[in-house]
């Protein structure tokens, strides 16, 4: 695992474009599996901007998004679907065909999941999966105590999660308690690992990720048996790690 620190968040999200620039440039049909939240915004901003200057071409790259809440309609607000659009898809020339979100209320969950990863595996696999992570320890929707094993699946949101995400809705009353997300193996199994951790907010599950024991109760420690991931962190929630592991030349190689 490579941790590399930057001074911001601008910083750190310019990084994280140019790692999907790469991606995009060395296989243009690239499947990218993608994460909402705070984290990657400035990233999608910087991806946006690379497409509007002729830099990059979304046309065959396909997209995988990692979760979505249960009960919001689509066109929700604060649903995922709608926070894509917004912030991503609607900028950039992705075809609609190519993109590919969870939708936990058509029909059968189960066999909705199930679906979802077939469509994974057609597509032949991600190649770039970039993530965030919960204070938790959560990576996806995957909660603490999701088993390793575990495909695209519903899970019942904790209190902690559904209060992080409290800020977008007008009370936690009305963040919905559970979801539908990738699930550890569907995350794992992707090529390459990108995970973004901006915010003091985040200091000890930085510092978790790297020194926990690998273990269910920390979804993100299941990263460190991962041969290629690498994460991109805002000075300001490296405080308690860099107490303990001095990093050089802003970068930690564990
Ligand atoms: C979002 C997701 C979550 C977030 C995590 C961090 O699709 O899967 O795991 O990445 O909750 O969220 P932010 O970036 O808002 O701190």
Do not use: W
């Amino acid at each position: 695992m490579i941790i590399k620190r930057y001074e911001n968040n601008e910083q750190m999200s310019i990084k994280a474009s140019e790692i999907v620039k790469e991606q995009i440039l060395e296989k243009p049909n690239s499947v990218l599996g993608l994460p909402t939240g705070s984290s990657p915004l400035g990233m999608y901003n910087h991806l946006i901007a690379m497409y509007k200057s002729g830099e990059l071409d979304f046309s065959s790259v396909k997209t995988f998004n990692l979760d979505e809440y249960c009960g919001l309609p689509t066109d929700h607000p604060q649903s995922y679907h709608e926070f894509m659009n917004k912030n991503f898809f609607r900028h950039v020339n992705l075809k609609p065909e190519n993109i590919h979100m969870p939708k936990p209320d058509k029909g059968d969950q189960e066999s909705g999941c199930e679906d979802y990863e077939k469509k994974i595996r057609q597509a032949g696999g991600i190649d770039l999966q970039i993530l965030g992570i919960g204070r938790n320890g959560h990576i996806g929707f995957n909660e603490p105590g999701t088993p390793f094993s575990s495909r695209t699946h519903v899970i019942r949101l904790h209190q902690d999660t559904r209060q992080a995400n409290a800020r977008f809705f007008n009370s936690i009353d009305e963040v919905p308690k559970a979801a539908v997300t990738m699930g550890i193996k569907t995350i794992m199994r992707a090529r390459k690992i990108l995970l973004l951790i901006s915010g003091e907010s985040k200091r000890e599950a930085l510092y978790q990720l790297v020194f926990s024991s690998v273990n269910e109760q920390f979804p993100a420690s299941v990263l460190q048996l991962h041969p290629d991931v690498i994460v991109l962190v805002e000075k300001s929630a490296c405080t308690r790690l860099e107490k303990e592991y001095p990093f050089i030349n802003n970068q930690l190689n564990i």
